[in-house]
């Protein structure tokens, strides 16, 4: 799975996987049981690892990301975003360049 690029999703479907991530305590999330949240053509593993990878740099970059959070929660408008930016398994994100593109 390392380097292979994690397919885009719907911003709606994103999320929805935003929020499972979010309040999942334990960080295990059971694919098949969290498939009928989204739309039959969504891919539910590129989702939660969208959501995933972003509720980590939430929680270790809150001060580069205070521009895009909303009471402690990514804004609307940069959950839409990071469902549709590249992203590579295992892969570095360039904060800065992603935030530029919220601009």
């Known amino acids: 799975m390392k380097g292979d690029v994690i397919p885009t999703v719907d ?3 994103f999320k929805k996987a935003w929020e499972v991530c979010r309040v999942c ?4 999330i059971d694919l098949e049981s ?3 949240l989204f739309k039959p053509d969504t ?3 590129a989702a939660i690892v969208r959501a995933s990878m972003l509720l980590m740099m939430t ?3 809150p001060n580069e990301l205070a521009d895009v959070m909303d009471k402690g ?3 609307d408008a940069f959950l839409t ?11 570095e994100i360039n904060v800065g360049e992603l935030l530029k593109t919220l601009h």
Do not use: H, R, Y
Not at 25 to 28: E, L, R, S, V, W
Not at 81 to 91: C, Y
């Open 34 to 36: 969290v498939k009928p």
């Open 43 to 45: 891919n539910a593993e």
């Open 25 to 28: 305590f334990d960080g295990c």
């Open 81 to 91: 975003k990071f469902a549709q930016i590249p992203l590579v398994a295992s892969g």
């Open 73 to 75: 929660q990514p804004s």
């Open 11 to 13: 911003p709606d479907d």
């Open 59 to 61: 929680q270790t970059m």
